[in-house]
């Protein structure tokens, strides 16, 4: 237990001293909400879709956390890359219990950048329901893991940044913008129905837009059920990937 | 005996960077391990280690194998790498509480073995500091201590004194053989600093293209080949020959960096 909490602590120390990372994974989001937050409203609220920056939101904030917690896990390059790594790996410690720790750090720091971007959202006018917040922190916490893990996993097999780019074009991003973090999935041709459907991110949108601002596309147990599935899947997965590096 | 090993063997799918190797260190023993690059130094390390699985062959550390029971072995050796292996973003303080931790050391004992190997190191000041802006001894005492905070009976060094000024090394090696006096540790090291060896060391293994060709002590080495230094029976055992070392990946990307600056 002591180990993990040490790990555990050990990134978020390292997030709390990095003022600019914080600072730098701050801006994407907040251009995101504010450029297509108010520059969409006026079409959104045209066609019928209400206020945009309200179903927007939610969308922005699981790609915070999915942005951050993907990087967190990645980190383990870094690792690699300053010998860190080998400290960790000569300790006395089962490799489970490293990937538990370093994975639940990563997973709260991508937390932490979540709610960051929801205490910001509010100042542009972004307004929550209160009484399912616990609900929504739930589902922010899923998808931190979810996708902490699945950065520990890739870069267990990565050697080094080569492969870094690709990550970023070929795996956020289409993520992201095939998600229904930015638009409603009800009506798309069926390609889009059906690619939204086995992206990890929407659930996470979805669950996170149910507890925040209501409606949902999957409905709130699918949800819940696909991402915690997902999540010990990965999660099984990385820490396989984990105890087979060797340095 | 503290660390036994017979006909141990790695190969990497293009070469046999160890092949079939046996020496064994008994227990207080200075044991130098020394070779041209790529000559499976670092290798050999790696496996005694648990960082790497052997091919084939057998080790025992402190009476324990380290594929049967490796967290027994880790238990038993404390290590300073090649290449730094601190956390830059934290403090010399939090540097040693992490891996005090990790090795199960009470609270109590951590914080006063800390202080204690801190003070042994002179970094006791510069606790509060940050790893990062640390010169390279600095690090190099640093990881020294952090390596004997759990109290481990072999101590491994990979070229510990690698890159520092003669003073750094001279002091480096004080620490290290009034531990040996004074607590018996066993130490493992490799260096290419050949007189560093002939000082320190009771046994020597001499290990070129992956295979062990002399092994004894520093003045029986010296009679077989009849030279006055260690560092002419290195020569004289291991050729005039520069041996290229292919780098990995972590290298590759660690001199892009170095160009980068």
Known sequence: ?247 | MMIQVSKLTKKFPDLVAVDGISFSVDEGEIFAFLGPNGAGKTTTIKMLTTLLKPTSGKILINGFDPQIEPNKVRQSFGIVFQDPSLDDELTAFENMEFHGVLYKVPKDLRRKRIEELLRFVELWERRKDLVKYFSGGMKRRLEIARGLLHHPKIFFLDEPTLGLDPQTRYHIWSYLRDLNKKEGITIFFTTHYIEEAEKMAQKVAIIDRGKIIALGTPALLKEKTKTDSLEEAFIALTGHEIRDEKANAVERMRLRRRFHR
């Open chain 1, 1 to 247: 237990m002591s180990a993990i909490y040490i790990l555990w602590l050990r990134q978020l120390k390292r997030y709390f001293r990095s003022r600019s990372r914080m600072i730098g994974s701050l801006a994407q989001p907040l251009l995101f909400l504010l450029g297509l937050g108010f520059g969409f409203g006026p079409i959104y609220q045209r066609a019928g879709g209400g206020n945009y920056l309200q179903f927007l939101t939610p969308g922005i904030l699981a790609m915070t956390v999915m942005t951050t917690a993907v990087f967190s896990g990645i980190e383990i390059i870094w690792d690699r890359q300053f010998g860190f790594l080998k400290e960790t790996l000569v300790a006395p410690v089962s490799r489970l219990q490293i990937m538990i720790g370093r994975t639940l750090g990563g997973a709260t720091v991508a937390l932490i950048q979540g709610l960051i971007v929801l205490l910001i959202s509010l100042f542009f006018g972004f307004q929550p329901k209160i009484f399912s917040l616990p609900l929504a922190l739930l589902f922010m916490f899923l998808v931190a893991l979810f996708f902490t893990a699945l950065g520990t996993a890739i870069a267990s097999v990565l050697e080094d940044f080569q492969g870094f780019q690709l990550i970023m074009q070929f795996l956020i991003m289409p993520l992201f913008f095939l998600s229904g973090a930015l638009f409603p999935l009800q009506g798309l041709p069926k390609v889009f129905t059906f690619i939204a459907a086995v992206n990890p991110l929407s659930f996470g949108v979805d669950g996170l837009r149910f507890s925040l601002i209501n409606g949902t596309h999957f409905g709130l147990s699918v949800d819940f059920l696909v991402l915690a599935i997902l999540t010990t899947l990965v999660l099984a997965i990385g820490s396989f990937l984990f105890s087979k590096i060797e340095i």
